[in-house]
Each structure stands twice: as structure tokens, then as C-alpha cells.
């Protein structure tokens, strides 16, 4: 089993930074992929971003790209999401996810049925 907790979420500013932090713990040696998906009040999570552990690149989605970028720690430890220049509309409930599954060794998954582990979430708030 394995277990994700974010942390770093908090209220702030238009065009202030944040950076967010997703420790693993337990059997981290399986993970391939961790990544992080955001989901708004009454939308559908949504992928951020993410990394495998084989990769040295980061794969983005549509949503902050360009203003977000995926760092990784302590390999199948840690992963964080920089976030730049906020807006409002990135308000919302960021989540860590992390995949077993070795068909993701060499990139992370974009679909969210695709991880099999989830942290609580940390919830970032926008004002403007």
C-alpha cells in the first residue's frame, strides 16, 4: 500500500506563486508515475501534470500550462507543482496521484482511472 499527503495549499493573491508538495510513503518502490490533477467546485478533476520515475520530462495537460511545472524529489518520494502567476480560476482542490501499473513506466498517465493511489487533497484559493 502506499500512501500520498499534499501539503502547501493556501489562500493568496492574483499572480502569486505556490508551491505544492506530495510526500509518498509505505511501498513507494512500486510507484512508476506520480502526478497532479486539480478539480474545481462541481467540475471533473482534471490533469495538471506529471512525471514516471524513468523519465527525466514532465508531461503537462492543457490546464496551467506554462505556468506550471512538475519537480521531482526524492525518487517515488516526493513530487511538487509549481504554480506561477495564479488566477482565480486555479482555485481549487489539488490532488496527488500515484500509478503501480508498470505500462506507465516511461510516462505518466493523463486519466485519472489510471492511478491507483490519491492523497486528500489541499485546497488553493485564488482572490483577486
Known amino acids: 500500500q502506499v500512501q500520498l499527503a499534499e501539503s502547501g495549499g493556501r489562500p493568496v493573491q492574483t499572480g502569486a506563486s505556490l508551491r505544492l508538495s506530495c510526500a509518498a510513503s509505505?511501498?513507494?518502490?512500486?510507484?512508476?508515475?506520480m502526478a497532479w490533477f486539480r478539480q474545481a467546485p462541481g467540475e471533473a478533476r482534471e490533469f495538471v501534470g506529471g512525471?514516471?520515475?524513468?523519465?527525466?520530462?514532465?508531461r503537462y495537460g492543457n490546464y496551467g500550462k506554462g505556468r506550471f511545472t512538475i519537480v521531482r524529489g526524492d525518487p517515488r518520494k516526493m513530487v511538487y507543482l509549481e504554480m506561477n502567476n495564479l488566477k482565480p480560476d486555479d482555485a481549487g482542490v489539488y490532488y496527488c496521484?500515484?500509478?503501480?501499473?508498470?505500462?506507465?513506466?516511461?510516462?505518466?498517465?493523463?486519466?485519472?482511472?489510471?492511478?491507483?493511489?490519491w492523497g486528500q487533497g489541499t485546497q488553493v484559493t485564488v482572490s483577486s
Open positions: 509505505g511501498d513507494t518502490f512500486a510507484l512508476y508515475s
Open positions: 496521484a500515484a500509478t503501480s501499473d508498470s505500462i506507465h513506466y516511461s510516462a505518466a498517465p493523463t486519466n485519472d482511472y489510471e492511478y491507483d493511489y
Open positions: 512525471m514516471s520515475w524513468a523519465s527525466d520530462e514532465a
